[in-house]
């Protein structure tokens, strides 16, 4: 069965900082990865999404993720965090975009 | 513009009484899924659906009912609500290669 590890439930970073949430993934074949943002009391937004091809995929606000299927991983990356990027961070794993299982997500609290 | 939408976004119901989740899209996707988020343990699948008429079982289906009269709707029913299903509830639709699609969730309390 396919699941997803997002082994810090908490993430504190300084506002300017670089940033790294982490994800393991477990899936037999070639996955489709996904990471999604949750803002208070909304629903789910996507961030970006790894098809097979090119590991370092791009996002929204200067995100990008890269796959690594040795390490069984897909890590969300960004440069410099923003106030705004307050928020909880879900990683995800399906076949083709078909029924994700989801990570139990990281809290980004951002200090200014 | 694409869009889910849900409802009601909040509800109170009492313990054994029916709950119906609604959920409609406008995006013409043959997938829709019913999620719930609970502290811990993330969005877990609860039913889906590959088109009108179709409905399935996720991995926590048990209390859950689920129907999808049309392309564009899929609800979730609680037959007798319980306690235990307290959660935020979440509808989302999508199509084979895309990501999916989510509302803005459903909060749902059950005394």
């Known amino acids: 069965a396919q699941s997803v590890t997002q082994p810090d439930a908490r993430v504190t970073v300084s506002e300017g900082a670089s940033l790294q949430l982490r994800c393991k993934y477990s899936?037999?074949?070639?996955?489709?990865l996904f990471w999604y943002v949750q803002y208070p009391r909304q629903g789910l937004q996507l961030l970006l999404k790894?098809?097979?091809?090119?590991?370092v995929v791009q996002g929204v606000n200067g995100f990008e993720a890269e796959f690594s299927k040795s390490n069984s991983s897909f890590h969300l990356r960004k440069a410099s965090v923003h106030w705004s990027d307050w928020a909880v961070y879900f990683c995800?794993?399906?076949?083709?975009?078909?029924?994700?299982?989801f990570g139990t997500g990281t809290s980004l609290l951002v200090d200014p | 513009e694409a869009a889910v939408t849900q409802s009601p976004r909040n509800k109170v119901a009492v313990t054994g009484g029916k709950v119906t989740l609604s959920c409609n899209q406008t995006?013409?996707?043959?997938?829709m899924y019913w999620y719930r988020q609970d502290t811990g343990h993330g969005l877990r699948l609860i039913h889906y659906?590959?088109?009108?008429?179709?409905?399935e079982k996720g991995d926590i289906p048990d209390g859950y009912k689920a129907s999808r009269p049309s392309q564009e709707n899929f609800s979730l029913i609680l037959e007798l609500a319980t306690p235990s299903q307290t959660s935020v509830y979440f509808c989302?639709?999508?199509?084979?290669?895309?990501?999916?699609?989510f509302g803005e969730g459903t909060r749902l309390s059950v005394l």
């Open positions: 995800a794993v399906s076949n083709m975009g078909y029924k994700l299982t």
């Open positions: 995006n013409n996707h043959n997938n």
């Open positions: 899936y037999f074949g070639t996955p489709y």
């Open positions: 989302a639709s999508g199509d084979w290669g895309q990501a999916p699609l």
């Open positions: 790894y098809y097979p091809g090119d590991p």
């Open positions: 659906s590959y088109g009108a008429g179709s409905t």
